[in-house]
């Protein structure tokens, strides 16, 4: 069953259990994907789209949560959390310190990246293959440290 097929059978289900907070999420994240599909003319995103697109929900839900507790907006924030948490639930589970660390390495290697003129390379080749699955301003962070070492 494909991404999209799944997150429609999850509203339907939410539908009939009257999880509210659930299928206003679902119904974001269809949103979401719908507007892509109709901005670029594209009959249906596959996968991987759909794995950036709830990557960059869940991107957005993380920086609302930190000005919303910054706010003390705790009901907000809350509401946000509720939706980051509904919305990973499609996401791939995700990597550990361990094995991005791992995958950073061999990228710089792969690479020959010796410098931080070189991240670029190295992010080319983590980005499709963490994508969903780790925060990439945190493995940004973690590449630059190795380069400037």
Known sequence: M???????EDMKDSMR???KVRLGTI???QAAIKQIEVDERIDAL?????LIVLDKMCKQRRESIVQYEKADRNDLSDVEKAELVIIQEFLPAA????EIADMIASAI???GASG??????????????????????????????????
């Open 2 to 8: 494909s991404l999209k097929q799944q997150i429609t």
């Open 17 to 19: 259990s009257g999880n």
């Open 27 to 29: 119904r974001l994240i």
């Open 46 to 50: 596959d996968d991987d789209r759909i």
């Open 95 to 98: 990597l550990g310190d361990d």
């Open 109 to 111: 290697s792969e690479t």
């Open 116 to 149: 931080i003129r070189d991240m670029g390379k190295v992010m080319g080749i983590l980005k499709p293959k963490m994508q969903g699955r780790a925060d990439m301003g945190k493995v940004s962070g973690q590449i630059k440290a190795k380069l400037n070492a």
